[in-house]
Nanobody
């Protein structure tokens, strides 16, 4: 069982930055690929970024909407995964969720085994 807790959301103006954090319980954090997803009101949950258990940057995967603006990283010693979000746009407004998946990186929410409660990100224009 993995318990995930997100933090770092808030209200920011367009063009600003936020860093989301997701801390996991348990001693097997490095065996899980981690992903960030988001869900805006009235929309389906969508993939944002994912990182392998080792944290190798060469294995990071991003949605087109996140490329060149968002960076996913992890600190396995701290059981934490991060999402650095720069150049934020109003369309980035959503509840952001982190998720854990045993094994390979996935971009579909149904392949993830554990989810956090979400953190709200609101970008004003």
């Amino acid at each position: 069982q993995v318990h995930l807790v997100e933090s770092g959301g808030g209200l920011v103006q367009a063009g600003g930055s936020l860093r989301l954090s997701c801390t996991a319980s348990g001693r097997t954090f490095s065996t899980y690929a981690m992903g960030w997803f988001r869900q805006a009101p009235g929309k389906e949950r969508e993939f944002v970024a994912a990182i392998s258990g080792s944290g190798s940057r060469s294995h990071n995967v991003y949605a087109d909407s996140a490329k060149d603006r968002f960076t996913i990283s992890r600190d396995n010693a701290q059981n934490t995964v991060y999402l650095q979000m720069n150049s934020l746009k109003p369309e980035d407004t959503a509840v952001y969720y982190c998720a854990a998946e045993m094994g390979r990186i996935g971009v579909r929410p149904e392949t993830y085994d554990y989810w956090g409660q979400g953190t709200q990100v609101t970008v004003s224009s």
